[in-house]
């Protein structure tokens, strides 16, 4: 059983670029959260996502945006890059959106702004 | 707002050693509190949960962790740290609102573990 995916697991952009980010539940699960770690940092809450729909989000500026599609996998954009966005970004995904349901993290991608 | 926090960037303690990790945590009300791990370039993995009874909760890999309102903390602890223990901890206070949740972490822990 293949926990959470994620792709590319590493990448380099330059200032001003496009990005996206993609990934694969843990099969049979339904919501999706993105998180992002900057070095030294713990991961910090992006958005969440269930029924295709984004269900919360974190203090993040509109550049960050996302889907999900209806096989529950998931996409996170991020437009006009700043060097500030270079950070580990991180999956997880989970059986609904209870709060005390169990997070599978993936093992993020690597996002280096140049 | 909820915040958490972690106290000691770095901590080292020789193989055998017990151990005890400190996470304290702001939120208004009955906290959802969690501990992860994180080993060099893996995810986070789930160690142990608390969202009411018993305020010692046992986890994975011989982990506890105990749940003191009156000091708003949820210190991780085990009794014989391992070799293979070494990562970063972090704790975390989840929040349900509106129609998702979402953790909100501290800044981690990073353990050594001295042979």
């Known amino acids: 059983d293949a926990g959470v995916t994620q792709s590319p697991t590493h990448l380099i952009k330059t200032r001003g670029q496009q990005v996206t980010l993609r990934c694969s539940p843990k099969?049979?699960?339904?919501?999706v959260s993105w998180y992002q770690q900057a070095l030294g940092q713990g991961p910090q809450f992006i958005f969440q996502?269930?029924?295709?729909?984004?269900?919360q989000r974190g203090n993040f500026p509109d550049r960050f945006s996302g889907h999900q599609f209806p096989n529950y996998s998931s996409e996170l954009n991020v437009n006009a890059l700043l060097l500030g966005d270079s950070a580990l970004y991180l999956c997880?995904?989970?059986?609904?959106?209870?709060?005390?349901?169990?997070?599978?993290f993936g093992s993020g991608t690597q996002l280096s702004v140049l | 707002a909820q915040s958490v926090t972690q106290p000691d960037i770095h901590i080292t303690v020789s193989e055998g050693a017990s151990l005890e990790l400190r996470c304290n945590y702001s939120y208004g009300a009955t906290p959802y509190l969690f501990w992860y791990v994180q080993s060099p370039g893996q995810g986070l993995q789930l160690l142990l949960k608390?969202?009411?009874?018993?305020?010692l909760v046992q986890g994975i890999k011989g982990f506890e962790a105990e749940f003191k309102r009156s000091q708003s903390s949820f210190n991780l602890r085990k009794p014989s740290v391992h070799w293979s223990d070494a990562a970063e901890y972090f704790c975390?206070?989840?929040?349900?609102?509106?129609?998702?949740?979402?953790?909100?972490f501290g800044t981690g822990t990073q353990l050594k573990v001295e042979l």
């Open positions: 975390a206070v989840g929040i349900l609102t509106g129609g998702g949740n979402k953790l909100t």
């Open positions: 608390y969202f009411s009874g018993d305020t």
């Open positions: 099969s049979g699960h339904d919501t």
């Open positions: 996502y269930y029924e295709e729909e984004e269900r």
């Open positions: 997880a995904s989970s059986l609904g959106t209870a709060v005390g349901e169990k997070l599978f």
